[in-house]
DNA sequence: TAGATTGTTAATCGATTAACAATC
DNA sequence: TAGATTGTTAATCGATTAACAATC
């Protein structure tokens, strides 16, 4: 019985995935625990650590080559293919997301978007047409969608939430300012640009 | 000598007074480090933890003041006034940003903007106009700025930092998906919703 | 070979939890 | 008073770092 991985470690190694990518941008083929730590401002012996818990992906006095590692982490991660993402929420940050490049090289792709908005529903955002949240069940299960942003204001997002778990969702993104209520199995990320100033005001 | 705040538990602040603004909101006079605890999903020993590295807020068998909670934890993460803010970058993602209305009440205020395209420059959002990337440190310095947000697209954000440094910003929030390179007492934090979404797949 | 870097172990360091006296 | 909850201590748990044998 192999030893749990912590959950501290999973979360650096998308850190770790996004530096290899610009190495890899840079040419570089190979590079060490050194190189990486000192560009990402973590030890190396961390990074050899971290990497450690799932495998041996380098070589003795030569180092880690760049598109090996960066296949193991996406395997790892599972964005070695792209998932469906339901984006539930149209407004100005909603609308932002839809419109952003950034995440189809790195294993995701918004393929339906939702909003309450009468207004809203049936317009178009690039391929997409915003759907009526009333159809969030239908299209998740329908295209095998697990993965869900939530981009709405604080007092729908419990709402919102339930809905997505109601079906079927199994991993939200919150950009809503508040802590959502899911059942043990269900992950949740939090963005709330907020929460991440008031970290650094206190030190100032 | 006073033993130094851990940033963990900095971290947390945030979330505690993002809650207690909820029960003020519900009318809830007095709470405790369970219902805290609870409704976050962390433990009661933790928040009292937390909480006894900067004072005694609560009273024994009663809990603690919703509003003097509140006041205290303003007072330690510095938002008990408004903080200016500049917003570097309005693409989608800077126009969502300075369209938000969430800064204001939770002590943040974006007072400029900047943005280097020259069919932006003079455009307004609201009460602020957009100004070329070149007036930054102008600005900054002017207005007491301290505070940035960086929302250009990766590419753009080395050089972009580098200006904000230069310019005398001391705490700045990255949406552009790169880690940034900053002296000693310069803070940072990230976000980047492909990293965040690449924490749960490894789950699914 | 000589130099470099990995993967791993053990030591250190730090954070969380459990328990409880104090006391409202 | 009886019940509840804090603030704090000590124990537990987990993460990071340092060091080094293995080896490319």
Redesign the pocket.
Known sequence: MSKPI????IGRLPIYLRELSFLADEGVPV????ELGKRLG?????I?????HF??????????KVSYLQEQLRRILKVDHEWPVALVGVGDLGRALAHYAGFVNRGFRIVALFDDDPNKIGQRIGDLEISSTDRLAAVVQERGIIVAMIAVPAASAPRVAEACLAAGIRAILNYAPITLKVPEGVLVQYIDPVTHLQRMTHYL
Chains 1, 2 share one sequence.
Request: hydrophobic share 25%; glycine share 14%; charged share 20%.
């Open positions: 912590p959950d501290i470690v590079t060490s625990s050194h973590i030890s190396a012996a961390q050899r650590k971290d990497l450690s495998g041996e992906f380098g070589k003795q006095g030569t180092g880690y």
